[in-house]
């Protein structure tokens, strides 16, 4: 069963394969589909939506009572229940889910969920275009991919979306806008593979400045980077400082590969250089792969701990990273779930100086189920902590060097205070 982040649940795993553990971070459908929104806690929203979120550990006993949210078996009897009746499971699950208050614990169809494996490969069919809700519960378009359908369509951030397919949208829950983007097998038949509705059709209704007009757009399988690298040069630091040569690399999520990415960034670097790691508006992702990202500059230890129904597990690296290398962490309230375990690691083991804004805190750890209709319920179940035992959930982590847009620059002012440079 496809739950992105942590160990990653394969694509076999959706015949009923082992269930895994998810730190869920934000709604993941948007990563198979492109258009992303899920409102934030208290008020908080991420900056942007480029990759899944979600993490996973390992298999856990499916029938145990969740101590810490909604009660697992209770969804699932709602859902079967429903579903001999003739209704729909998951809108019965969704009903229990709704009504324990629980912040992160939620019920995806079985599309959405299974999406989620394109977008842990840094990859997913959509129209390349996120989505956020105003105060109003209108919606609108948040960033556009350059190059992506919705770009050369003439789309841009901030236009709003009447209707799409000719539903109209305001006020509609996200899940449901998501799944109108995407498309189902039901709707193109002919066209439907595993790897989504790339080519089919979707019309967009749009509004911008008093003005109303329609787009089609075909779904694409659209491939993101999540690790880019960037040399930066001399110059000026904040305050008296000096900024020295650093490399600074930017990590938009955790999807596969991008540890080994990171690590590969941070050999290339000049000898005794420093390292800018920017995690601002990453929403997490791969667990497994926040540990490796961790492992390039630590040598062993822990990384973080997690609890199952009370028991708890450990997350450690791996040997033979560089801990001699200058580091600072940068982070936002965007930095959310898989980025600030690996933020809270490096600040807890005195590796890095962490300058920002203080993150999410999403910290909740969340189990995947396949309910009786083939929906997916996913329940709380335990939260992680740093290695100093901080809990995340709610609080996040706080920086070191508190910054705002002027927070690269003091990275850099910090990087020649730690000696970093060539």
């Known amino acids: 069963m496809p739950g992105p982040t942590m160990s990653v649940p ?3 795993a959706r015949h009923g394969a082992a ?22 806690r208290d008020g908080r929203t991420p900056t942007e939506y480029r990759a899944p979120s979600r993490t996973a550990a390992r298999a856990v006993d499916r029938h145990a009572a969740d101590r810490h949210g909604v009660d697992r078996r209770a969804v699932e009897a709602a859902a079967s229940a429903a579903a001999r009746d003739g209704r729909s499971g998951s809108e019965a699950a969704a009903e229990v889910v709704s ?12 599309r959405e969920y299974e999406g989620f494996a394109l977008a842990l490969d840094g990859a997913y069919v959509g129209v390349g275009l996120t989505t956020r809700r105003d105060a109003d519960g209108r919606m609108e378009a948040g960033s556009v991919v350059p190059g992506g359908p919705a770009d050369r369509a003439g789309i841009e951030p ?11 949208v305001t006020g509609r829950p996200v899940t449901e806008v998501v799944a109108l983007l995407r498309g189902d097998a039901r709707s193109y038949p002919a066209a439907w593979d595993e790897a989504g509705a790339a080519g089919t059709p979707v ?11 329609e787009r089609t757009l075909h779904r694409e399988r659209l491939v993101t980077e999540s690790v880019e690298t960037v040399r930066l040069e001399d110059g000026g630091g904040a305050g008296d400082g ?9 990590v938009d999520s955790f999807t596969r590969g991008t540890g080994q990415r990171v690590r590969e960034a941070v050999d290339a670097a000049a000898p005794g250089e420093g390292i800018v790691l920017d995690l601002r508006g990453n929403p ?18 822990l990384v973080a701990t997690y609890d199952v129904h009370g ?29 600030e375990l690996l933020a809270g690691a490096l600040q807890d083991r005195g590796r890095a100086v962490v300058v920002g804004s203080g993150t999410f805190g999403k910290g909740s750890v969340q189990m995947p189920s396949r309910l009786a209709d083939g929906s997916v319920a996913e329940l709380t179940v335990g939260h992680y902590r740093t290695p100093d035992g901080r809990a995340v959930d709610g609080s996040g982590i706080t920086p070191d060097l508190a910054a705002g847009g002027d927070a690269e620059q003091r990275a850099r002012t910090v990087l020649g205070g730690l000696g970093g440079g060539s």
């Open 99 to 110: 009504r324990s208050g629980d912040d992160w614990s939620a019920v995806y169809s079985a």
């Open 284 to 301: 997490g992702g791969l667990v497994s792969e926040a540990v490796t990202t961790a492992s390039a500059f630590l040598d062993g230890g």
């Open 242 to 250: 000096v900024a020295p040569p650093a490399t600074l690399v930017r």
């Open 311 to 339: 028991k708890e597990r450990a997350l450690r690296a791996a040997r033979g990273g560089d801990t001699r290398r200058p580091l600072v962490v940068l982070v936002d309230g965007g930095t959310m779930s898989a980025a």
């Open 10 to 12: 394969q694509r076999r």
């Open 158 to 168: 901030g236009d709003r979306i009447v209707s799409v397919d000719g539903t109209e």
């Open 203 to 213: 019309r967009v209704v749009l509004r911008r400045a008093g003005r109303q007009w």
């Open 19 to 40: 269930l895994t553990l998810v730190f869920a971070g934000v709604l993941a459908a948007g990563a198979a589909t492109g258009s992303w929104s899920e409102d934030g």
